[in-house]
């Protein structure tokens, strides 16, 4: 069976790290956070770390992702 949240926690990790390169983008990111949870693929506390791990990226590099 698929790890859902590994797989979102290694893109964010990705960033955290501060890679040069990302093999999943942020939008991919976020939009695979709500995916996952709206079909119940992570548990409520799983997207709720993950979202705040995402907005911190988010807020930290605010104009410079793509």
Do not use: V
């Amino acid at each position: 069976m698929k790890d859902f949240y590994k797989e979102i926690d290694t893109a964010l990790k990705s960033y955290e790290d501060f890679k040069p390169y990302h093999e999943r983008n942020i939008d991919w990111i976020c939009h695979r956070i709500d995916w996952c949870w709206k079909w119940k693929k992570i548990s409520k506390n799983q997207m709720e770390e993950l979202a705040t791990r995402t907005t911190k990226i988010l807020d930290e590099n605010a104009g410079t992702l793509s």
